[in-house]
Structures are given as structure tokens and as C-alpha cells.
């Protein structure tokens, strides 16, 4: 089977999303036991567009999407153990345990959120890649949402303005197909999401979002076009969801049918597939990649459980920035 990505490639995207889907398994089993708390939405079945969308970006690239957002900062570079302690609500968490489940941020990996407003991460991804065209750089920035969030009025806003000033910024809504539990069929006579970019003479596509081929060649096009100057794009990424759309959604407005259908085309399993059929790695190879990352998962969960809380004396501290905005300065 011929493949236009290497061996490297391939074994990253498997060991990525494996990562990705054991981290998730393990904290929706963690929610069940009360170690986690509060809002919890996972991203099991969608690791796909963050493998693919790594291996198109430059690790000094912008970042930034709304509150299904493990999955995509352990991608871009925050440890399995920030992430897992943030949503212990530890003081070792990646934002010192008090953004939880919705607001994970680096502002070392260029990752900006894990946004909890719907669509209100939006403007300020727009507004991330303004401030890299005005201080000159050559940064791309990614910024994403979800299908719901498409229907929101900040983004005819924020299109309106990226297309009118050119702005550096690849638009991605991960199309999971239901907005909460309510289907894009039900909230829009525009079914192809990707076509609200013709208004605005944007350049629009649709991409397989169960491919990290697709997810990569659809990134990488965009990124290259931001960086050279031409302007935003908007893809929409379609993807599915394999549990509800946070920790108390029993996902019932779906068929069983519906979704086994899409496990077929599981994305983990594609990988390992075209990894099998090229003998990119022995079953031996394979093995020790399954046990790396239940070795990592483990330990993020005793990382998580043997760091302390946060101090009382840290309530008033991280609200007001004491100088200029983590994305001007380097």
C-alpha cells in the first residue's frame, strides 16, 4: 500500500492519538469516581484533527479553541500530567488548577484556551493573528469550534474583519454533527458549514476529519496561504463524537446504528492499518507504543493525586496581566 507519508509520520500519529484516547478514557472514568469535578467534555473519536493538525504546524504556531480542549493541548505540547492535574484542580495543573476541564493554557506551547463561551474564542483567535501580522512575524494561527458555534454572530464579525485586513488565521470548526444534543440539520438550512465562507470571498473547504491524512494536506494548504500572506481560510473538519457531549449527556437523540457506523472508520485503527500493511512497525513495536502510553496515563493520575491544591493566597492572583499580552512578546 502506497502511502505519501513516511514511517515517522504514521508511528506519531498512532502513539498521538492512542495518547488522546486513553488520557480521555481515563478521566471520564476518573469523573465517575468524583476525582474530577465540574464540566467535562471529551474528545474520544475526534484525535484524528489534532495528529493530522500537528504535523502541518511549526511548534511556535497559535492555538486556540473552546472547551473540548484535552486532547488538543496535550497534542500541542502540554505534558499528560498538567493536563490531568488541571483537571484535579492541583496547583501543578497547566493553569495552576483554576480553569478545569474548559480552560486549559500554555502560554510556553502558544496554546490560548480552552475558551467556555460558546464561540467566544472566536474574535480572539482573529485577534491573535492580528497581532502577529502587526509585529511581523510569519506565525500561523489555528482557531477552532464546533458546529454550534458556527450559528454564533462573533463569527460573521470576526470573518468580516480577518478577510478585510488578511489576517494570518486558519478558521476550523470541527463539525461533530451535534451542537450539545441538537443535530446541524435541526439549526441551519446551510448544511455544508464550510459555504458561510463564500460570503466573504474566503477560501472554504470541507475536510475528512477521521483521516490524518486529510486533516494534515486541509491544514497544511491553509497554514501556507496564512503565512505567505493570502488571508484566512475557513475548513470545516467533520468529525463524530463517541460519547455524549460532555460527562452528563447520556447521548440519546443518536441511534446505536449511527455510531458504530462511525467506529468503523475509527481513525486509531486506520493509522495502525496502514502501519500493519507497510511494515512500518512489528507487532512488537506496536506493543511497547500501547504500553508508553498507558505507562504515561498512569502516571499523569498519580501525578494528579499526589500534587497539592492550590494555596488560599493565590484566589487574587493570574486575574489582571501585569505587563503586555502573552502573544506579543516572545
Not at 502558544?110 to 467566544?120: D, E, K, L, M, N
Request: glycine fraction near 10%; charge should be negative.
Amino acid at each position: 500500500m502506497h502511502t505519501p507519508f513516511g514511517k515517522e509520520t504514521y508511528l506519531y500519529w498512532y502513539e498521538i492519538m492512542l495518547l488522546l484516547r486513553r488520557f480521555e478514557e481515563k478521566a471520564g472514568q476518573l469523573y465517575g469516581m468524583q476525582k474530577i469535578r465540574g464540566f467535562c467534555h471529551l474528545y474520544i473519536g475526534q484525535e484524528a484533527i489534532a495528529a493530522g493538525m500537528m504535523t502541518s504546524l511549526r511548534d511556535d504556531d497559535n492555538l486556540i479553541t473552546a472547551y473540548r480542549d484535552h486532547g488538543l493541548a496535550i497534542a500541542k505540547g502540554i505534558s499528560a500530567k498538567e493536563c490531568m492535574a488541571e483537571l484535579y484542580g492541583k496547583a501543578t495543573g497547566c493553569t495552576k488548577g483554576k480553569g478545569g476541564s474548559m480552560h486549559f493554557f500554555s502560554k510556553e506551547k502558544r496554546f490560548f484556551g480552552g475558551h467556555g463561551i460558546v464561540g467566544g474564542q472566536i474574535g480572539l483567535g482573529a485577534g491573535i493573528a492580528f497581532a502577529e501580522q502587526y509585529q511581523g512575524t510569519d506565525r500561523a494561527t489555528i482557531c477552532m469550534f464546533g458546529d454550534g458555534a458556527a450559528r454564533q454572530g462573533i463569527l460573521h464579525e470576526a470573518f468580516n474583519m480577518a478577510v478585510l485586513w488578511q489576517l494570518p488565521v486558519v478558521f476550523v470548526c470541527e463539525n461533530n454533527f451535534y451542537a450539545m444534543g441538537t443535530s446541524v440539520e435541526r439549526t441551519s438550512k446551510v448544511l455544508d458549514i464550510y459555504r458561510l465562507a463564500d460570503a466573504y470571498d474566503m477560501p472554504g473547504d470541507s475536510v475528512d476529519g477521521m483521516s490524518c491524512e486529510e486533516v494534515h494536506k486541509g491544514i497544511e494548504r491553509a497554514v501556507r496561504r496564512a503565512r505567505e500572506g493570502g488571508g484566512p481560510t475557513f475548513l470545516e473538519i467533520k468529525t463524530y463524537r463517541y460519547r455524549g457531549h460532555s460527562m452528563s449527556d447520556p447521548a440519546k437523540y443518536r441511534t446505536k446504528e449511527e455510531l458504530e457506523e462511525y467506529k468503523e472508520r475509527d481513525p486509531i485503527n486506520q493509522v495502525l492499518k496502514t502501519i500493519t500493511e507497510n511494515d512500518f512497525a512489528t507487532a512488537e513495536q506496536i506493543e511497547m507504543i500501547n504500553e508508553k502510553v498507558k505507562m504515561e496515563v498512569e502516571e499523569a493520575v498519580k501525578f494528579a493525586e499526589e500534587s497539592p491544591y492550590p494555596d488560599d493566597n493565590e484566589l487574587y492572583k493570574d486575574i489582571y496581566a501585569d505587563k503586555d499580552y502573552p502573544f506579543i512578546t516572545d
